[in-house]
T-cell receptor
Framework: TQLLEQSPQFLSIQEGENLTVYCNSS?????LQWYRQEPGEGPVLLVT???GGEVKKLKRLTFQFGDARKDSSLHITAAQPGDTGLYLC???????????WGAGTKLIIKP | NAGVTQTPKFQVLKTGQSMTLQCAQD?????MSWYRQDPGMGLRLIHY???????DQGEVPNGYNVSRSTTEDFPLRLLSAAPSQTSVYFC?????????????FGQGTRLTVV
């Protein structure tokens, strides 16, 4: 059982559509990070959120940390083929700074 | 700017063989770690190091050894390869272990054990 559950596991949509992917847990996290991984490459950090309710924007990407710090979402507006990739969330807990990883959402944006 | 460099990129081993996956970083990072990535399971921590001369076990350490003789290098040794070790292996480094620290990853090593 994953401590961080990501949904959906797979999403394929047309260019220009909006989408939201989720990262959920029953545990409280002191911080949560989102990474994007492209085929044949390692994950690359997109954002870190540390405060409950925090919202961060990165161009067309909006990240939110839940008020209770148990969940996070990533919303993409007007998706583009360049957004294609595996989106991973990873969190740290107060008692341990090791990153705990979700299994990822594989996103495909079709032109 | 090399960042984190892993070699080799691909490797096929026979069951029972041993090998070393190399990892080097040029960012003077104290914290380094090894993960394996399997479909549907996310990244799982194998071993980590908080500095030269210090290593510790992660979530799935069995069958793997590490050493950290320098800040730059953190090799991962497979002692006697098993098919269950077929996976993609990633080395990562970060400046420290704080909760908001960015982890930098290598390109990965795709290992197949037959």
């Amino acid at each position: 059982t994953q401590l961080l559950e990501q949904s959906p596991q797979f999403l394929s949509i047309q260019e220009g559509e909006n989408l939201t992917v989720y990262c959920n847990s029953s545990s409280v996290f002191s911080s949560l990070q989102w990474y994007r991984q492209e085929p044949g490459e390692g994950p690359v950090l997109l954002v870190t959120v540390v405060t409950g309710g925090e919202v961060k924007k990165l161009k067309r990407l909006t990240f939110q940390f839940g008020d209770a710090r148990k969940d996070s979402s990533l919303h993409i507006t007007a998706a583009q083929p360049g957004d294609t990739g595996l989106y991973l969330c990873a969190g740290t807990m107060d008692s341990n700074y090791q990153l705990i990883w979700g299994a990822g959402t594989k996103l495909i944006i079709k032109p | 700017n090399a960042g984190v460099t892993q070699t080799p990129k691909f490797q096929v081993l026979k069951t029972g063989q041993s090998m070393t996956l190399q990892c080097a970083q040029d960012m003077n990072h104290e914290y380094m770690s090894w993960y394996r990535q399997d479909p549907g399971m996310g990244l799982r921590l194998i071993h980590y190091s908080v500095g030269a001369g210090i290593t510790d076990q992660g979530e799935v350490p069995n069958g793997y050894n590490v050493s950290r003789s320098t800040t730059e290098d953190f090799p991962l040794r497979l002692l006697s390869a098993a098919p269950s070790q077929t996976s993609v292996y990633f080395c990562a480094s970060s400046i420290d272990r704080a909760e908001d620290t960015e982890a930098f990853f290598g390109q990965g090593t795709r290992l197949t054990v037959v």
